[in-house]
């Protein structure tokens, strides 16, 4: 016997249609209402033209596009390179303060201080001790501004990343622990195996949330000298007397952020999946 | 003696736990421990396995005494398998990954080799078809015979076995008890936690009632299910046979 659909289920399903295509229509009526709205405040505004030819002017914004890509590049091998050690070093602190025994006190100490210093301070403060204060000790191989700018950027997001692996590697229950160290691993290779991979998927979303703040805070290493994608902005504002580089800025970080966004959101939906699966 | 507990003592704050607490478990013998919740069996286990340290008093394994500060815990625990109360598998690998880890890792064995041993054991469990699914893909019982698998695995000296069937729905209760009844055939050492009278009744060679963290009654389980000496022990029947639990 094939499975029909009572009359009952088929008057339900025929309402939920109805119901769904009335809520969609509403929906782009009252979008298409606020949009138009806008537009019309906007554009009817008395300073709309000056607004317009200083921050959305084309033949600006095609001219700057280039020094501001050169820029944008910078920012992205920053970025790149800045997330994996901050990645690495919050990794390692996170686990550094989870040992136990008194052995381990000065490590789990310093730690500890580290990662209440570094969330303290402003990243800018820290960037410039890094770029002017560790020159000026006039050692020998002092690396380049790149390098200490990176630097302090991998310090400071290192203490907040360090935090979220916390929150993950205590989020796993002790049972997962017990089960481990019952099977005659130790301490190390339960954390290895058992407790960092369930902690790390867990707070894949809040890692990636900040490594997207990370992405727009790279561009504070021109504080020292480099020139990244908002400072090239600034150049050109001055240059052409016009603030439409920044716009253009603002845009391609805005395309840039994007897939790691994205991903982020992935990330946490498949999270809050799992989670309803009760596992 | 495989293992001997001497004089056990815990304390939780100020509340003891294990009190002066004895316990003899021959080779290829199997000791239920009964008693009300909180009458100390959990911890008991948990301190042979020296997930928990204890007080006072001296455990010893194969004439070994494993309570020394000087011996190694990892060591002690790779001749040693507990089963919990609520299975914990590890979650984020396949059921093939959790009874592998500890041979690989623990015991030197080689990845193929390691597999070779779970996939026979799942077999013969009848788990085979689940080598590679997720923990979270099996019931209950299916859980629990992987977690006494991987503990056996490690071919432990002693099984412990902590209220593994206390977490499971009544259907599936079955299923492990049988496991359990055939490792007993297989000559397995086993210390059983449980509240399954029934099943203790059967399969233990030795029944001990706990009460506040002491050995209240213990002997062969015709003696103390049917004939006990200890007011305490027939109240506690007695409530279990209402309950309908024997």
């Not at chain 1, 138009?36 to 084309?58: E, H, K, M, Y």
């Not at chain 1, 240059?239 to 959101?265: H, S």
Request: charged letters at 20%.
């Amino acid at each position: 016997m094939i499975y029909r659909p009572s009359d009952v289920q088929l008057e339900r399903a025929t309402f939920r249609r109805r119901r769904a295509v009335r809520s969609v229509l509403l929906a782009a009526v009252s979008t298409a209402v606020v949009g138009v709205l806008l537009i019309v405040a906007v554009t009817g505004a008395p300073g709309w033209n000056r607004v317009q030819d200083s921050f959305l002017n084309l033949d600006v914004a095609r001219k700057s596009f280039q020094p501001i890509v050169e820029g944008l590049w910078l920012n992205i091998r920053m970025l790149v390179v800045c997330a994996l050690l901050a990645l690495a070093l919050g990794l390692l602190i996170a686990v550094l303060r989870t040992l136990r025994g008194p052995v381990f006190f000065p490590v789990r100490a310093l730690a500890t201080l580290y990662t209440y210093t570094f969330r303290g301070v402003p990243l800018i403060i820290v960037i410039y001790v890094f770029a002017f204060g560790v020159p000026g000790l006039r050692l020998q191989g002092t690396p380049n501004v790149y390098v200490l700018g990176g630097g302090a950027l991998v310090i400071t997001y290192g203490a907040y990343l360090a935090e979220v692996f916390r929150a993950g590697i205590e989020s796993v229950h002790p049972s997962q622990l017990a089960a481990a160290r019952s099977l005659g691993l130790t301490y190390r290779q339960t954390m290895r195996h058992v407790v960092l991979p369930q902690a790390v998927r867990r707070v894949a979303p809040p890692l990636l949330n900040d490594t997207v703040a990370l992405q727009k805070d790279v561009g504070l290493i021109s504080l020292a000298g480099p020139i990244d994608a908002v400072r090239a902005a600034q150049i050109a504002t001055a240059q052409y007397f016009n603030y439409t580089p920044y716009i253009v800025a603002a845009v391609l970080f805005v395309l840039l952020a994007l897939p790691l966004i994205a991903v982020t959101d992935w990330v946490t939906l498949r999270a809050a999946r799992r989670q309803n699966a009760g596992s | 003696m495989l293992l001997e507990a001497r004089h056990l003592r815990k304390t939780f704050d100020t509340r003891p736990v294990l009190d002066d607490l004895s316990l003899d478990v021959g080779e290829h013998q199997v000791v239920a421990l009964i008693g009300a919740s909180g009458s100390g069996k959990s911890t008991l286990l948990r301190c042979i396995n020296l997930l928990t340290e204890i007080d006072d008093g001296t455990i010893k394994l194969d004439g070994e005494d494993i309570t020394d500060p000087r011996a190694d815990p990892d060591r002690v625990r790779r001749r040693i398998g507990l089963v919990f109360q609520s299975f914990n598998l590890f979650p984020h690998m396949t059921v093939l990954g959790n009874i592998t880890l500890a041979p690989i890792r623990v015991h030197g064995k080689s990845a193929a080799q390691a597999r070779e041993q779970a996939i026979d054991w799942l077999q013969r469990v009848g788990l085979a078809d689940y080598a590679d699914s997720y923990p979270d893909r099996l019931s209950g019982g299916q859980q629990q015979r992987v977690a006494i698998v991987r503990a056996l695995v490690n071919e432990p000296r002693l099984l412990l076995l902590d209220e593994v069937t206390s977490a499971l729905d009544p259907e599936l209760v079955g299923e492990v008890l049988t496991m359990i009844r055939d490792l007993k055939g297989d000559g397995m050492t086993m210390v059983l936690a449980t509240h399954e009278m029934g099943f203790a009744r059967q399969v233990a060679d030795q029944v001990v009632f706990l009460d506040g963290g002491r050995v209240l009654e213990a002997g062969p389980p015709a003696q103390v299910f049917g004939d006990p000496t200890e007011p305490r022990t027939r109240q506690f029947l007695a409530r279990i046979i209402e309950a309908g639990r024997l």
